[in-house]
């Protein structure tokens, strides 16, 4: 059971924005940044957005981060192919005092 | 660019310690406002922090996996480590090594080793 809850599974057809969402509590994303990683099977994860809302440099403009409160969300627009893969929030934890994840989702580009 | 290189061995007996080091290249672990750490994913479930070290001495560790692992950093050799004792079936995964900022807490993992499988088997 992963401290922050994302959905298990979200899908898109290409060209569709999809936005996916993490769900946590005051002692994480409520008080702290929020950063997304994407993970294609078999290679490291990447990260996607930092702090809630910025695009590290190369990361297009098709994703985007955003927070209200105690949740966050990422969003796509103009899905494609290569953007089928496995997309995980995490945000530091003041209650543990450690980097909590989400326990992903699952990303189907139909 | 900053590269990142996990190895160790790639099979545990169960109850021993798995030990793996995390080489660095393009950059100093001695310097700059980073934390060190690593992440596993165990087969069909989710990333898992594991912990993180800053070069400076402190160091944070998942509090579900504390009492059983040290980080520690080899100055001399740019590399840092992590020993996993008292391993199970659980324990096997693909552990990554990262580097991440330090905000006042440790911010994000980048970049990214490409990771390492260990199997836990007797």
């Known amino acids: 059971q992963s401290v922050l809850t994302q959905p298990p599974s979200a899908s898109g057809t290409p060209g569709q924005r999809i936005t996916m969402s993490c769900f946590g509590s005051?002692?994480?994303?409520?008080?702290?940044?929020v950063n997304w990683y994407q993970h294609l099977p078999g290679t490291a994860p990447k990260l996607l957005i930092h702090s809630d809302n910025q695009r590290p440099s190369g990361v297009p403009d098709r994703f985007s981060g955003s927070k209200s409160g105690t949740s966050t969300s990422l969003a796509i627009s103009g899905l494609q192919p290569e953007d089928e893969a496995d997309y995980y929030c995490?945000?530091?934890?003041?209650?543990?005092?450690?980097?909590?994840f989400g326990g992903g989702t699952k990303l189907t580009v139909l | 660019q900053l590269q990142l290189q996990e190895s160790g061995p790639r099979l545990v007996r169960p109850s021993e310690t798995l030990s793996l080091t995390c080489a660095v290249s393009g950059g100093s672990i001695s310097s700059g406002i980073y934390f060190w750490g690593w992440i596993r994913q165990p087969p069909g479930k989710g990333l898992e922090w594991v912990g993180s070290i800053y070069h400076l001495g402190s160091s944070y560790y998942n509090p579900s996996l504390k009492s059983r692992v040290a980080i520690s950093m080899d100055m001399s050799k740019n590399l840092f480590s992590l020993k996993m004792n008292s391993v199970t079936a659980a324990d096997t995964a693909v552990y990554y090594c990262?580097?991440?900022?330090?905000?006042?807490?440790?911010?994000?993992?980048?970049?990214w080793g490409p990771g390492t499988v260990v199997t836990v088997s007797s």
């Open positions: 995490a945000s530091w934890d003041d209650s543990l005092n450690g980097v909590v």
């Open positions: 990262a580097r991440s900022i330090s905000t006042g807490t440790i911010a994000w993992f980048d970049p």
């Open positions: 005051s002692s994480n994303i409520g008080g702290n940044h």
